[in-house]
T-cell receptor, first 113, second 119 residues
Framework: AQSVTQLDSHVSVSEGTPVLLRCNYS??????LFWYVQHPNKGLQLLLK??????LVKGINGFEAEFKKSETSFHLTKPSAHMSDAAEYFC???????????FGQGTELSVKP | DTAVSQTPKYLVTQMGNDKSIKCEQN?????MYWYKQDSKKFLKIMFS???????INETVPNRFSPKSPDKAHLNLHINSLELGDSAVYFC??????????????????FGPGTRLLVL
């Protein structure tokens, strides 16, 4: 069965410092992995996705994630946080069953001035 | 020019009522979904339709009935609303998923959500 675990429910950083949001996955086959962001009272927006083409995936707004099969991880990083990055971030794995997405519990990112 | 739209944005209603949420996408996608986000922000899929045909039906009470009049629309009707139905409901759409021995790779595009409060 596929699952994802986001290791931190809340991360707080200062503006201009690096961001690290951690995600571990479990999958019986080569997974497709996604990071989505949800700003307050908004819908979900795709940040980036991994589909086995390259292990380092670049997304929008300066975010990137590295797929590490040996560690079953797909951590999201950004070199320098911006106030507008404050949001809820979801790590997601896709099941081979009609496009079903399995969401992690979410990590709330706070950015302090 | 909104890609995936939902109406209404907010819905406040009494227990026992019947209500509908509408979803429309103008992306030309064949596959549409309904997700529920609870008060702890946990998201879970409820239904998926591909070209008007139901392909995913999670363990959802049969008070919830999706209806797809055409591939651009997927509506959600809820009968006899209960307090526990209070949540944010998201519609999404994607290209058709192709099973090539692995996980589907298509990006899902989400609507803005419908915030349902049952009193």
């Amino acid at each position: 069965a596929q699952s994802v675990t986001q290791l931190d429910s809340h991360v707080s950083v200062s503006e201009g410092t690096p961001v690290l949001l951690r995600c571990n996955y479990s999958s019986s086959y080569s997974p497709s992995l996604f990071w989505y962001v949800q700003h307050p009272n908004k819908g979900l927006q795709l940040l980036l996705k991994y589909t086995s083409a390259a292990t380092l995936v670049k997304g929008i707004n300066g975010f990137e994630a590295e797929f590490k099969k040996s560690e079953t991880s797909f951590h999201l990083t950004k070199p320098s946080a911006h106030m507008s990055d404050a949001a809820e971030y979801f790590c997601v794995v896709s099941r081979n069953q009609g496009g079903k997405l399995i969401f992690g519990q979410g990590t709330e990112l706070s950015v302090k001035p | 020019d909104t890609a995936v739209s939902q109406t209404p944005k907010y819905l406040v209603t009494q227990m026992g009522n019947d209500k509908s949420i509408k979803c429309e996408q103008n992306l030309g996608h064949d596959t549409m979904y309904w997700y529920k986000q609870d008060s702890k922000k946990f998201l879970k899929i409820m239904f998926s339709y591909n070209n008007k045909e139901l392909i995913i039906n999670e363990t959802v009470p049969n008070r919830f009935s999706p209806k797809s009049p055409d591939k651009a629309h997927l509506n959600l009707h809820i009968n006899s609303l209960e307090l526990g139905d209070s949540a944010v409901y998201f519609c999404a759409s994607s290209e058709p998923t192709f099973f090539l021995g692995g996980a589907s790779q298509e990006t899902q595009y989400f609507g803005p959500g419908t915030r349902l409060l049952v009193l």
